[in-house]
């Protein structure tokens, strides 16, 4: 399998491939805006998708902020959006939870995304915000240290608080085999292109966890199944017809490779062309499942492709 860049298709490969189209599916975090700031040419081209006809709908790994937090965000940075066309990992992990019956209580280490998600739904929760090591760690297991026994599920997402505690009380509570250990994504890093800065993702937090508890997380995001079934269930796409657009491989194009999407590869994000390269030289099936069928600069490059 290769990719192909889409400048270097004709204008008319370029209409024909966005007339076998009906629906786009887009990641957000480094597709459409880096932190607080809208790419450039991103809302435009969002917007052209939606002159075409197409339907628009957002995928994010995201579990910092709900979907209402999110249309503010979209609204603000001139992109359409109702809540209907967004999927966030703390929407989901909440409905997960609702989906099988989950009454007890939950450990979190994340964001106010998720516990505010979980609230909506009546879903009890503990441990957002700072939880710092005051006292040496002998003092803290032997003295300070204390289980709540209604918990029955850990959820793991980016934590900007990460901290010893955390990881301690998670695993503490994991180590009982009927408590829950759920993620909701596991992205190594974030996208930054801010003084080579390498933004640790969720997935470095879950995977401390995972290797002090021995064993995996029920993953909640891409490219797992619950995301690919909730997005097959609540959209009714066609897969032949429909668009994977995102920056990173091991999530959002094998999303779409699992799902028999078209895949585009922005590289705005966190891959590189590079990357696309080794995995095109590779003999592993796993490396092939990662190449986007197109690639692009930014999204905002598709925009005179469009008109």
């Known amino acids: 399998m290769s990719t192909r860049s ?8 370029v209409k024909d491939l966005f007339n ?6 887009t990641d957000c975090d480094g597709v459409l805006w880096l932190h607080t700031k ?21 995928i994010t790994n995201n579990n910092v902020i709900t979907r209402d937090d999110f249309l503010i965000k ?28 989950f009454k007890k209580k939950v450990y979190i280490v994340g964001t106010s995304g ?3 998600e979980l609230n909506l739904v009546g879903i009890r929760n503990i441990g957002v915000g700072p939880d710092p090591l005051r006292v040496d760690v002998a003092t803290l297991v032997m003295q300070d240290f204390k289980l709540d026994p209604e918990v029955g599920a850990v959820i793991v997402g980016f934590d900007e608080h990460f901290s010893y505690p955390k990881m301690l009380k998670a695993a503490s509570y994991l180590n009982q085999p009927d408590c829950l250990f759920i993620a909701t994504n596991t992205d190594e890093r974030g996208p930054s292109r801010v003084n080579d800065c390498v933004v640790p993702g969720t997935g470095s937090m879950v995977a401390a966890i995972e290797t002090c508890v021995g064993r995996k997380p029920f993953l909640v995001g891409k490219p797992g199944a619950y995301i690919i079934d909730a997005i097959r269930e609540r959209y009714n796409v066609d897969p032949k017809r429909t668009l994977m657009i995102g920056d990173r491989c091991n999530t959002d194009i094998l999303l779409g490779t699992r799902c028999g999407f078209k895949t585009l590869l922005v590289l705005s994000g966190v891959n590189t062309v590079e990357d696309v390269m080794q995995w095109e030289k590779s003999d592993k099936k796993e490396d092939h499942e990662l190449i986007p069928d197109y690639y692009i600069g930014t999204l905002g490059d598709l925009l005179p492709m469009l008109s």
């Open 6 to 13: 889409l400048k270097s298709l004709s204008k008319d490969e």
């Open 20 to 25: 076998s189209v009906d629906t786009i599916l």
């Open 38 to 58: 809208a790419l450039p040419g991103s809302p435009e081209v969002l917007n052209e998708f939606r002159k075409m006809g197409k339907r628009v709908f957002y």
């Open 74 to 101: 979209c609204e603000k940075l001139g992109y359409a959006a109702v809540k209907e066309d967004v999927l966030t990992t703390s929407y989901l992990t909440a409905c997960y939870l609702q989906d099988i019956g």
């Open 114 to 116: 998720i516990s505010r």
